[in-house]
T-cell receptor
Framework: AQSVTQLDSQVPVFEEAPVELRCNYSSSVSVYLFWYVQYPNQGLQLLLKYLSGSTLVKGINGFEAEFNKSQTSFHLRKPSVHISDTAEYFCAVQSGYNKLIFGAGTRLAVHP | AAGVIQSPRHLIKEKRETATLKCYPI?????VYWYQQGPGQDPQFLISFYEKMQSDKGSIPDRFSAQQFSDYHSELNMSSLELGDSALYFC?????????????FGAGSRLTVL
């Protein structure tokens, strides 16, 4: 069975600073990995995905993530955050029958 | 581009009442997924349908049922509502192909049980 662990429940950061949101997964088979963002009172929006190929994937809003198979990680990064990046970020792994299994989420709080 | 449409967006019910949520997937998407997100929680998978047949089942209570219709829209029926059913319910859809299926989520239906 697959599982996802997001190591930080909250990450406070100042505007224009870099940020990394950590995600580790557990799976006995090849995985597809995703990051979704949820703004307050809104739905889930796909940020980026790793399906195969290059381990560095770029997404929307300047975010990128690196798939590391040996460390079973898929950390999300942004070199310079904006106030508007304040949201909940969910890492997810796709399992059998294609459902997504989500991590507990990381609340990114960007301060001026 | 067309997105996943959920209705209603907000719903208030009393305990022991019944609620029905509807989901209209992206055109040509053949799979629908339902998730429940409690306050401050991550989305939990409830159930999914592929080509109108149940394809997977998660932590869906026996009081809940769902189906996918011939036009691919899906409905989640919840009976004997409890306070703990108050949550944001997401529907997602995808198109089956080779490799991963990328899920697109709707904006969610917020159910409040009083």
């Amino acid at each position: 069975a697959q599982s996802v662990t997001q190591l930080d429940s909250q990450v406070p950061v100042f505007e224009e600073a870099p940020v990394e949101l950590r995600c580790n997964y557990s799976s006995s088979v090849s995985v597809y990995l995703f990051w979704y963002v949820q703004y307050p009172n809104q739905g889930l929006q796909l940020l980026l995905k790793y399906l195969s190929g290059s381990t560095l994937v770029k997404g929307i809003n300047g975010f990128e993530a690196e798939f590391n198979k040996s460390q079973t990680s898929f950390h999300l990064r942004k070199p310079s955050v904006h106030i508007s990046d304040t949201a909940e970020y969910f890492c997810a792994v796709q399992s059998g029958y294609n459902k997504l299994i989500f991590g507990a989420g990381t609340r990114l709080a960007v301060h001026p | 581009a067309a997105g996943v449409i959920q209705s209603p967006r907000h719903l208030i019910k009393e305990k022991r009442e019944t609620a029905t949520l509807k989901c209209y997937p992206i055109p040509r998407h053949d799979t629908v997924y339902w998730y429940q997100q409690g306050p401050g929680q991550d989305p939990q998978f409830l159930i999914s349908f592929y080509e109108k047949m149940q394809s997977d089942k998660g932590s869906i209570p026996d009081r809940f049922s769902a189906q996918q219709f011939s036009d691919y829209h899906s409905e989640l029926n919840m009976s004997s509502l409890e306070l703990g059913d108050s949550a944001l319910y997401f529907c997602a859809s995808s198109r089956t192909g080779t490799g991963a299926n990328v899920l697109t989520f709707g904006a969610g239906s917020r159910l409040t049980v009083l």
